[in-house]
Structure formats: C-alpha cells, structure tokens
C-alpha cells in the first residue's frame, strides 16, 4: 500500500446541511455521481456521503460507525491565519471546540466541529512551511 490518501468520506446524516456549510467556507464543488458531493483539495478529495448508505457499504447498522476518535487538519501559511478560518468556520455554522492559542509544540491551533461533528484542526506550524500552492508536508519540503 502506498503511503497516502486519496479519498476522505465523511458520512453525513444530513447532505444539504453540510454541503452548504462546505460551500460557505468558499469550497468548489467538483463533478461526482448522484449521491455523492465532492470538494477536490490538493492531491486529495472530501466526499460527502449520506450516513446511512456508508453503514450499508460497509455493513455495519448506523450506529457501529459511531464518531471516530480522529481529525482532519487544515494547516495555514500565518498564525493570524487560524484566526481568520475558525471565524469563518463559526459563521458558516461550525462549533468552535478550542478557540486560536498558542500549542506546547510552538505552533499555534484550534479547533471546530462542522454540523455533522466532524472535527476540523485548524493549524499554523512553524516548523512545516506550506509549498506555495499549499501543500503540506510534515516538517517541511526539502527536509530529510
């Protein structure tokens, strides 16, 4: 198995809801089947996907999906940055969790659940500078 992810899928109990909250952080859709809502990112895509028909996938009942104890990180070029995105989050609809503060391994984060609880960070790392069209790598590009 290679060594990264292509497809995030967040099963959702209520497509309109979160997709309008996607689209009101400024997110494009791309073009997806039926059933399916797709934001493209940077060598990655976030589906939307009614929960319900992702337990059938799977085979699981609803309820074994649970919330997973995970998050999705959203990491930004300037610490003031993390501000501006957590704001942005709230008025589309989101639930600040940590307001912007300093983090015990000098960066500076916080926190918000979009409508259907997924758990967004929202962070500014000094020691993994983004590449000019935003991409990400931990402990930045060029390093070993």
């Not at 990264?4 to 099963?11: A, E, F, K, Q, Y």
């Not at 059933?35 to 799977?58: F, H, M, N, R, S």
């Not at 085979?59 to 993390?82: F, I, K, Y």
């Amino acid at each position: 198995m290679e060594q990264r992810v292509s497809l995030i899928t967040l099963g959702t109990r209520d497509m309109d809801a979160l997709s309008t909250f996607y689209d009101a952080l400024g997110w494009a859709r791309t073009p997806s089947p039926d059933g399916v809502i797709a934001y493209d990112l940077i060598g990655q895509t976030l589906g939307l996907y009614p929960l319900d028909k992702l337990a059938e996938d799977i085979g699981l009942p609803v309820d074994a999906l649970g919330c997973g104890a995970s998050t999705l990180a959203h990491n930004v070029s300037a610490r003031a940055d993390v501000t501006e995105v957590l704001s942005r989050a709230e008025i589309a609809g989101a639930r600040i969790l940590k307001p912007a503060q300093e983090v015990f391994w000098g960066g500076y984060h916080g926190y918000f659940a979009d409508p259907d609880g997924h758990i967004w960070e929202i962070a500014h790392n000094p020691f993994s500078p983004l590449r000019e069209d935003g991409a990400f790598r931990w402990m930045g590009y060029g390093q070993a």
